[in-house]
């Protein structure tokens, strides 16, 4: 049977936009309900939304456009250097800016780290809702809404306070697909390659799946060599846009080779391979062996590029990394880590839904027939791509889970059709449960974690605590002391920032390897080599969070480092408690003159 859904829509209609505000709206309203707690006590889900803002501030307090260091980290040795883009500090920025001169700085701020992250999930909502309204039909892109909603992955990358450029990264690959969709080749692949090069600008972390996606536009060739303008137009769209992306919000003074962003080199392999792509497609009609010869020539010389100008490029981003950050601090961050490296509740919501949807994939190709076929294939090999990847980096499963929503919206559609016309009602009840499992993969573990409590109170296995350090109580404490450099674990230096005028040693920041040697060294080793090294830099005082992981971490790897001694209060003579009252808030030290 046929679900050929006519494809000659206009781009939006009010039919399916309704539908989409709709979603969004309820959506968002349950996601500031549960997320109040975090918002009122201006908790940011993770350090780098809180660099993020920060970032922002320098922006609109002056600093130039063209530079993203972060100068009050590791000040002593001129700042870090950060690999993130202007692009996602210019919605924060310009929706700052448009509200202070009505309702304050601070007002303005908060509706800003609520807001954009919510408009980025609309923009989403509505990318994926066109896919299937426009392939699968009404009812369809609503429950691809549903699935959205319901994805775990994607949810924690787009709820309020979240401004770091995770949601960009899922706006991109849906946006990417939409643009597969075009019904002109050479329109349609200039469109995806520019928003590649958007997203490549965004986070480099992007790169296997435009790999994937360029791959996909030359399969179409293969297919048919009346669709060569797929992967001409997508190669000569990611090189322009890349040179151009590079141009608006890099500048030319900073030329050098990096691994973490786009950089020269990996311009000058896109515009290698849009030459290539555009001289075969001159030389057509070719036979298959020298198609298949020119798509192994550009990926080679791609390579090659790579190989000799960035060698250091190849073996990953973070392979330069300090070998003591790398054990204390990248082996910490969970959602860098792969899938094995998770705990199951976490591992099923990254793995079942896709899985799900790669079915889903197979089913709707086999239901479909001429060009619909090969958009399906192509959309499962894409999923597949962004599949393969979260395995091994976790956070990218919310890229897969955005992406499993369309096929998983006609799969719930079916789902619900098959329920309707069982009989008896343990079958009908059999596939609403296959189906709750599929968008919600965890459940079981969740029910089971609810009724743990109740068993636990009856005998003497007390609960987990939340943390007392709430930095913010300490700012004003903090901010009477003169300005100075503070020794702090990697993971609240952001947070001392933001509510002070304070620099730190370093964030937990891969381009601040210096500082977070500096940092971790002192912790693990005696205080006399602490307070030696620390001299040297002229760090004016110490601040930790005793009830926090990280101090932890340090004190099971060296019982008797500098450290363990602060843990337990006994600091060295050399420092002066300014706020050590054993309370578990944020401890504060002088370090003596």
């Not at 349950?30 to 975090?38: C, D, K, S």
């Not at 700042?79 to 929706?95: F, N």
């Not at 690959?173 to 080749?185: I, K, T």
Request: proline letters at 6%.
């Amino acid at each position: 049977m046929s679900i050929f859904v006519e494809r000659r829509r206009p781009a939006f209609t009010p039919d399916l936009l309704l539908r989409v505000v709709l979603a969004w709206a309820m959506i968002s309203a349950l996601l500031l309900v549960t997320n109040l707690a975090a918002i009122l006590a201006y908790r940011f889900p993770d350090p780098d939304d809180t660099l993020r803002l920060i970032q922002v501030r320098d922006l609109i307090a002056g600093q130039s456009w063209f530079d993203v260091t972060q100068y009050r980290i590791d000040a002593a040795n001129g700042g870090v250097a950060m690999h993130w883009s202007r692009l996602v500090d210019l919605p924060i920025a310009a929706l700052i800016l448009l509200l202070k001169g009505m309702v304050g700085p601070d007002a303005a701020e908060m509706t800003a780290l609520i807001a954009i992250p919510l408009l980025t999930f609309g923009v989403a909502l509505l990318l994926a809702g066109r896919i299937a309204w426009r392939l699968l039909g009404d009812e369809a892109a609503g429950f691809a809404c549903l699935a959205m909603a319901l994805s775990v992955p994607v949810i924690e990358q787009l709820r309020p306070m979240r401004i770091d450029h995770h949601g960009w990264q899922i706006v991109c690959a849906l946006a990417v697909m939409n643009a597969l969709m075009a019904r002109r080749p050479i329109f349609g692949g200039w469109i995806a390659g520019l928003v590649m090069a958007i997203w490549l600008a965004i986070s480099i972390e992007g790169l296997p799946l435009v790999a994937a996606i360029c791959g996909i536009t030359a399969i179409r060739w293969l297919r048919d060599r009346h669709e060569s303008a797929w992967f001409v137009g997508t190669m000569q769209g990611l090189a322009a846009g890349s040179l151009g992306v590079f141009a608006l919000t890099r500048g030319f003074g900073d030329l050098a080779q990096h691994c973490d962003a786009i950089s020269p080199v990996h311009i000058g392999t896109f515009v290698i391979g849009a030459f290539a792509a555009t001289g075969m497609a001159r030389l057509e009609p070719l036979p298959r062996f020298a198609q298949l010869a020119g798509f192994g020539l550009i990926a080679g010389l791609g390579f090659v590029t790579l190989q000799s100008f960035a060698p250091a490029c190849t073996t990953g981003a973070f392979s330069q990394l300090d070998p003591l950050a790398h054990a204390f601090w990248y082996t910490g961050v969970g959602e860098g880590l792969s899938v094995w490296d998770q705990t199951l509740d976490v591992a099923l919501q990254v793995v079942i839904p896709p899985m799900v949807a790669l079915v889903a994939c197979v089913k709707l190709a086999g239901r479909s027939g001429g060009w619909l076929r090969g958009w399906w294939h192509d959309y499962a090999l894409v999923l597949l791509a962004a599949f393969a990847v979260s395995l091994f980096v976790v956070r990218a499963g919310a890229v897969a889970g955005a992406l499993s929503a369309v096929p998983l919206g006609w799969q719930v559609r079916e789902w619900l059709r098959s329920a309707r016309n069982r009989r008896r009602p343990a079958k009908r009840a059999l596939v609403m449960a296959g189906m709750a499992l599929a968008l919600l993969p965890a459940m079981p573990l969740t029910l089971l974690t609810l009724a743990r409590p109740a068993q636990a109170s009856i005998g003497s296995v007390a609960g987990p605590r939340v943390s007392a350090c709430r930095i913010g109580d300490s700012a004003d404490l903090l901010n009477a002391l003169p300005p100075g450099e503070i020794l702090a674990p990697l993971d609240i230096g952001p947070q001392l920032l933001l509510e002070t005028h304070h620099s730190v040693v370093a964030t937990g920041h891969h381009r601040g390897g210096a500082g977070m040697h500096t940092a971790i060294a002192a912790f693990l080793g005696n205080p006399e080599a602490a307070r030696t090294a620390l001299a040297k830099r002229g760090t004016r005082y110490i601040a930790l969070c005793p009830d926090l992981a990280e101090p932890a971490r340090y004190l099971a790897a060296a019982p008797e480092g500098f450290m363990a001694d602060l843990l337990d209060h006994r600091a060295p003579a050399w420092l002066d408690p300014v706020s050590v009252d054993g309370s578990g808030r944020l401890e504060i030290y002088r370090i003596r003159d």
